[in-house]
């Protein structure tokens, strides 16, 4: 499992643990911690339609309402890009956050190699998908096997 915290493999996660790792990957290093809650709820109000309060949002992040209405995790989901059953099923949920977790690894990794140590780009590049983020990954071990002077193909993405 990815240590996020209060995540334990083989223990039901609950809808706050869930939003709060999606709360999470919007933060960008250098951020307090995550955007506003009233922000975020404007934002998928506009989005879906769906109506949304900050305090609403807030008290879904902090278990104080654990039973939305599928209408706002349908709404939610479409914001985070994420299938509505991650809130609904915990090995859904469980496969997104691990494959989340190795992306953010890869991409770390190649940057690291790559001597990137821009906080501003590392921050722009979290916001990015898994795929997107192992797109990123490739793209860097390219780059650096160009400027290197050598033709053999980068690795393929570590799994």
């Not at 996660?13 to 951020?31: E, F, I, N, S, Y």
């Not at 059953?85 to 997104?96: G, L, Q």
Request: neutral net charge; contains cysteine.
């Amino acid at each position: 499992m990815s240590g996020e915290e209060g995540i334990t493999p083989g223990r039901q996660l609950t809808v706050a643990q869930k939003l709060d790792h999606l709360l999470k990957l919007r933060a960008k290093p250098g951020d307090d911690d995550k955007p506003s809650y009233k922000t975020m709820a404007a934002e998928i109000a506009a989005q879906s339609g769906e109506t949304f309060s900050g305090a609403y949002l807030w008290q879904l992040h902090r278990g104080e309402r654990t039973n939305p209405t599928l209408r706002h995790l349908t709404a939610l989901a479409k914001y985070f890009g994420v299938p509505v059953s991650y809130f609904t099923d915990d090995d859904v949920a469980r496969r997104v956050i691990d494959e989340e977790d190795l992306a953010r690894r890869e991409l770390d990794r190649s940057m690291a190699e790559a001597g990137v140590s821009a906080v501003y780009l590392r921050g722009d590049l979290t916001a990015l998908s898994p795929e997107g983020k192992r797109m990123a990954a490739d793209m860097i071990r390219q780059i650096r096997a160009l400027e290197q002077g050598t033709k053999r193909p980068p690795c393929p993405p570590c799994t």
